[in-house]
C-alpha cells in the first residue's frame, strides 16, 4: 500500500546543524578569493576594455564588421593582444583621448585565436584609448560566432524554404563575430548595431533603441547600451519571427518564435512570469535589465543559451502547446525555462572568474531550476527525475576520467571539457548537501551576500564558501570544500547489528570507483542520514574514520535516507537481505537509491548482477514511472553486451518478462483521471518493449504508423512509436520516414523521424542513410551527430565505425571545430571491444589535436568498463534470464 511507503522516511527533517562541532579533518587546497589579476587566462591583463560600439551587417556567406573598443592601458605596453578567429581585418586604428591617431599592424595567431595589433612608433603608453576595427568574417554553418540556420515553413500550401541568423558565443565564439577580450573576466559595456533587410527583426540584449531606413530595402537597428557584461553573452538574432508578449514586476517579457508559432509560445510565457517573480523574491536582487526575451530557434543549438535579456533555445526545447504536445515536454520546458532564466543571475550578473569554476554557472542554474520547477509543480514529483539526474554525474564521476568540480583549464580551448554532468548535476548536489547542512534561510541569505557582493562582476568559489561562511557563522569551505576541489565521491559500507536490543550501525567510507583499481584514496566530510523502519533518523558527519550510530530496537537501517547526498551505499549481506524483503515498503526516493546504488555495485565489481535482478523482481505493481527507467537504462546496459542471438534472444525474453506487466496495467491509450506520471511511463515501455522485439508492441506500432494520416499518433508515445518502427522499418517504412525529416517544419518532428532512422538495422538502408548523412541535405552538424549515433544494435553501430574510418576526412570536415572531437567518440561509443578503446585512442592521436584527446580517454574508458563487466557479469545474468523464462 502506499502509505506503508513511508516506513523509512525520516520524520524530523535533516539535522546536519546538530554537527557543527564535528568539523572537520579532510581538507584540501585552498583556492584564493577572486583577484582580477590572478585570473587565469592567455591574454594580458595590461589593457582592458570598457566599452564595445559594434556594428554588424550580414551579407550572404559572409559579414561585415566595424567596432570601436573603448580600452585602458594600465602600463606601456609593446602591442595590444585581444582575440579574432576567422575574422579578416581591413583597417586598424589607434586613437588617443587627446587626440592622434596610429595605424596598428595585426599579427595573428590562429592556434591561440589571438592577434597582435602592434603600432609603428614604438610601445603603447598608458591611458585611455579608442580601438577601431574593420573587418569581415564567415557566417557559419555551425552554432558558433554568427551562424545560419536553414529551416522550412508553409506559405499557402507550399513547403518554402527559410533562413534565420543566430548567435551562440559559448565558451570562446565571441571572438568569431567581433575582435575583443573574450574571456569570462573581462566586462564591458555595448552598444549594438545591425543592418539587415527592412521586413526582418533583429533582437540582442538590450531593447531596441532605434531604426532608420537604409538604400535597397535595408534598415538598420540600434540597441541602447548593455550593462557591463562577458563577451559570451553577446547576442544577435535576425529573421521572420513572431513574437508574445506580456510583462511581470515591471519587466517586458517577449518570446519570439518563427512565423506561425507562437501559440506555442503562451505556456512558457506563464512558466517565465512564475520563475521571473520568485527569483526577484530569492535573491533580493531584482532582475537588472528592463527587458528579458527568449527566442526559440527553428534549429541550431539543441538545447538553450542564457544570452542576457535574449535567452536562445532551441524551439522543440521551449514550445509547448497542451493540445499538441506530451506532459513530459511540457516538464522539460519548465525545467529549462527555470535553469536558463537562473543563470541571468548565476553567470550574467555574477560571472565566474574562469572556466575551472564553471559550476558556479551552471551547479547554480541547475540547483535552482530543480527548486523553482518542484515549488510550483509539486504533482509531478520532480525530485525522483532529480535523483535519476543525477546518476549521470555519479556514473561518470566514478571514472578514471572523472574531474573536480572546480578543475583545472589550462586553455579555453578546453573549455568545453568542462561542460558536462559534473559540472551540471554533481555542482547541484553540492549545493543540496550545503543547503540541507545550513537550513534554508541561512543558505539563502548566503546567496543574497554573495549575489549582492559580486554583482555585475566575478567569483571564484571561495567567494560563495565566503558569503555561506559569512551568514552562518561556520566555516562552511572546510566542510565543503572537499566535494568541489577533489574528483570522486565516497561509498558508505554500512553493517547493522543488535547488541542488547539496540540497534548498532557501523559506517566507514571509502572512494568509488567503476573500473580505477589504481584511483587515489580519498575522504570526504560526509553527511549521513540514517532511518530506520519506524522513522527515526541519525544524522552522522562520517569522517575518514569508521564510526557507529545506535537505535532503540534492533532491524535494518537505511542509509542516505531521503537521497539527500552524494554517494553510493554498500550494505551488509543480512542488511541488504532485509531491505530487500521490505523493498516495497520503502519510500520512492530510498527505492530508486537502492536500485541505483545495486547497479553501480554490480557494474564496480562489489556485487554480482544477481543481487540487482532480486530488486528487479520485488518490484511487483511499482507504478513509479523512475523506478521503471532506472531499471529499463540498466537492462539495456546489459542487453548490449550480448554478443550471439541465442543470448540475445534469451536476454530478451526476460526484458519482456520484466516489463510487460508493468505495460498490461498501462497499456497504450491515456485513460480519464490517470496519473500525470503514466503517460510517460507508457511510453518508456512502448521504447524498451519494442527494442526486446515484443511482438504485440512492433504489430501495433507499426500499426499506429500506418495509420497516422486517419488517426495521429499519440504526442505522449510518439517518439517511442517512430523508434520501434524505425528499428524495424522496411524499405517503404524508411522512405516514410526520410520524407518526414525532410518535410518538417518543427523542430521536434524533424528529430524524431531523425531518432527512428538512426534506429534502422537494415544493412543497405543503414549504408544509405549514411551516405545521405556525408551529402549537404542536412545543417553539417546534424549530419554529424546522426552519422555517429547509429543505435539500431552492435551489428549496424559497428557498420558505423567503419564507414566513419572510410569517410573520416570529409567527416571531420563535416563537423564544427568544437564538434571535432566527438566525432570519433561518437562513433566508437556503442563498442564493448578493449580493442576498439585502444583503437578510438590511436586514431584520435593520429588524426586529432592533442586536445581532442580527452573526449577519447573518456570514450575509451566507457568501452573498457563495459568490456570488464561483460566478462564478470554477463554469464550470470543470461543463466539468471533463461531461469527465470525458461
Not at 531596441?208 to 538598420?220: H, N, R, V, Y
Not at 529499463?632 to 510487460?660: H, M
Not at 563537423?815 to 576498439?836: F, I, K, W
Request: charged share 25%.
Amino acid at each position: 500500500m502506499a502509505k506503508s511507503r513511508d516506513r523509512y522516511r525520516p520524520q524530523g527533517g535533516v539535522i546536519l546543524a546538530a554537527l557543527c562541532a564535528a568539523l572537520c579533518s579532510v581538507q584540501v587546497g585552498a583556492e584564493p578569493r577572486f583577484s582580477f589579476q590572478t585570473t587565469p587566462g592567455k591574454l594580458p591583463k595590461d589593457v582592458v576594455p570598457s566599452h564595445y560600439a559594434l556594428r554588424i551587417e550580414p551579407g550572404r556567406d559572409r559579414f561585415d564588421g566595424e567596432v570601436q573598443i573603448d580600452i585602458d592601458v594600465a602600463r606601456p605596453v609593446p602591442a595590444i593582444v585581444l582575440n579574432a578567429a576567422e575574422l579578416a581585418f581591413k583597417s586598424v586604428k589607434l586613437s588617443a583621448g587627446g587626440g592622434g591617431e596610429s595605424t596598428l599592424t595585426a599579427a595573428f595567431d590562429a592556434q591561440q585565436e589571438t592577434v597582435a595589433l602592434t603600432p609603428p612608433g614604438g610601445p603603447i603608453a598608458a591611458g585611455k584609448y579608442r580601438l577601431a576595427i574593420a573587418y569581415s568574417g564567415p557566417i557559419a554553418k555551425h552554432f558558433q560566432g554568427l551562424y545560419r540556420i536553414a529551416y522550412k515553413q508553409r506559405e499557402g500550401g507550399k513547403l518554402v524554404e527559410k533562413t534565420m541568423l543566430a548567435t551562440h558565443m559559448e565558451p570562446t565564439s565571441a571572438r568569431r563575430l567581433f575582435p575583443g577580450w573574450d574571456e569570462p573576466v573581462y566586462r564591458a559595456a555595448f552598444d549594438i548595431a545591425v543592418a539587415t533587410d527592412a521586413s526582418l527583426t533583429a533582437v540582442s540584449n538590450m531593447p531596441q533603441a532605434g531604426a532608420k531606413p537604409l538604400p535597397g530595402g535595408k534598415k538598420e537597428v540600434t540597441f541602447a547600451t548593455s550593462v557591463p557584461m562577458s563577451t559570451y553573452l553577446v547576442a544577435l538574432f535576425i529573421g521572420e519571427m513572431d513574437v508574445l508578449e506580456d510583462s511581470v514586476d515591471g519587466i517586458r517579457l517577449r518570446i519570439y518564435t518563427a512565423k506561425g508559432k507562437s501559440g506555442r509560445a503562451r505556456y512558457p510565457m506563464d512558466a517565465t512570469k512564475q520563475i521571473v517573480h520568485y527569483y526577484n523574491e530569492y535573491f533580493g536582487e531584482p532582475y537588472p535589465l528592463e527587458k528579458l526575451d527568449q527566442i526559440a530557434l527553428p534549429g541550431g543549438v539543441g538545447g538553450a543559451m542564457e544570452n542576457w535579456g535574449a535567452i536562445a533555445y532551441n524551439e522543440a526545447r521551449i514550445l509547448y502547446d497542451p493540445k499538441r504536445d506530451s506532459a513530459r515536454q511540457q516538464q522539460a520546458a519548465y525545467g529549462l525555462i527555470a535553469h536558463e532564466i537562473a543563470h541571468q543571475w548565476f553567470g550574467n550578473l555574477v560571472t565566474m572568474a574562469w572556466w575551472d569554476n564553471l559550476w558556479l554557472n551552471e551547479g547554480f542554474a541547475t540547483w535552482m531550476a530543480e527548486k523553482a520547477t518542484d515549488r510550483f509543480n509539486p504533482a509531478w514529483r520532480m525530485r525522483l527525475r532529480y535523483a535519476l539526474s543525477k546518476e549521470w554525474a555519479l556514473g561518470e564521476d566514478a571514472r578514471r576520467t572523472t574531474h573536480p568540480v572546480q578543475t583545472p583549464v589550462d586553455s579555453d580551448i578546453r573549455a568545453m571539457d568542462v561542460f558536462d554532468s559534473i559540472s551540471y548535476a554533481k555542482g547541484a548536489a553540492v549545493l543540496r548537501m550545503t543547503e540541507a547542512y545550513l537550513g534554508d534561510d541561512v543558505f539563502r541569505a548566503g546567496i543574497r551576500r554573495y549575489v549582492r557582493a559580486h554583482r555585475f562582476s566575478s567569483a571564484t568559489t571561495a567567494d560563495l564558501w565566503h558569503h555561506l561562511s559569512e551568514a552562518s557563522g561556520r566555516d562552511v569551505g572546510r566542510l565543503v570544500s572537499g566535494w568541489t576541489e577533489q574528483p570522486g565521491y565516497p561509498v558508505v559500507k554500512v553493517s547493522a547489528d543488535c547488541e542488547n536490543g539496540e540497534g548498532v550501525v557501523a559506517l566507514a567510507q571509502e572512494r568509488f570507483s567503476l573500473n580505477d583499481p589504481a584511483a587515489k584514496a580519498q575522504a570526504w566530510n560526509l553527511p549521513v542520514i540514517l532511518a530506520n523502519r519506524k522513522g527515526e533518523e541519525r544524522a552522522v558527519l562520517l569522517e575518514p574514520g569508521p564510526q557507529r550510530a545506535r537505535f532503540a530496537g534492533c532491524g535494518p537501517v537505511l542509509a542516505n535516507a531521503g537521497d539527500s547526498g552524494y554517494y553510493r551505499v554498500q550494505y551488509d549481506e543480512a542488511t541488504f537481505r532485509r531491505l530487500t524483503a521490505e523493498f516495497s515498503t520503502l519510500a520512492a526516493l530510498d527505492r530508486l537509491r537502492l536500485l541505483a546504488d545495486t547497479f553501480a555495485l554490480v557494474q564496480a565489481g562489489r556485487a554480482d548482477i544477481g543481487r540487482y535482478l532480486e530488486l528487479v523482481d520485488k518490484l511487483g505493481d511499482e507504478t513509479e514511472r523512475t523506478m521503471w527507467d532506472q531499471v529499463i537504462d540498466s537492462l539495456r546496459f546489459v542487453g548490449d553486451l550480448v554478443d550471439g542471438e541465442s543470448d540475445r534472444a534469451a536476454f530478451d525474453r526476460f526484458v519482456v518478462k520484466v516489463l510487460e506487466r508493468p505495460f498490461a496495467r498501462v497499456g497504450w491509450d491515456a485513460r480519464p483521471g490517470e496519473s500525470p506520471e503514466i503517460r510517460p511511463l507508457r511510453r518508456s515501455l512502448i521504447d524498451a518493449l519494442g527494442r526486446a522485439g515484443y511482438q504485440p508492441v512492433v504489430l501495433e506500432a507499426q500499426a499506429r504508423f500506418a495509420a497516422r494520416a486517419r488517426k495521429p499518433i499519440d504526442t505522449a508515445i510518439r517518439p517511442a512509436v517512430l523508434s520501434v518502427v524505425g528499428r524495424y522499418a522496411d524499405e517503404a517504412t524508411y522512405r516514410a520516414l526520410l520524407e518526414q525529416m525532410r518535410t518538417a517544419t518543427d523542430v521536434e518532428a524533424k528529430s524524431l523521424a531523425l531518432a527512428a532512422l538512426r534506429q534502422v538495422r537494415d544493412p543497405r538502408l543503414v549504408q544509405e542513410l549514411m551516405e545521405l548523412m556525408l551529402s549537404d541535405e542536412l545543417p553539417p552538424s546534424e549530419a554529424v551527430y546522426n552519422l555517429t549515433h547509429l543505435r539500431g544494435g552492435p551489428a549496424q553501430a559497428e557498420q558505423g565505425w567503419r564507414f566513419v574510418l572510410a569517410h573520416l576526412p570529409e567527416v571531420l570536415a563535416k563537423a564544427s571545430p568544437r564538434g571535432r572531437p566527438y566525432v570519433l567518440p561518437g562513433a566508437a561509443s556503442e563498442s564493448n571491444d578493449p580493442a576498439r578503446a585502444d583503437e578510438l585512442i590511436a586514431l584520435t592521436r593520429k588524426h586529432l589535436e592533442p586536445a581532442a584527446l580527452y573526449q577519447a580517454e573518456k570514450t575509451a574508458d566507457w568501452i573498457r568498463l563495459k568490456a570488464a563487466v561483460k566478462g564478470r557479469e554477463l554469464p550470470r545474468a543470461l543463466e539468471w534470464s533463461r531461469g527465470r523464462t525458461g
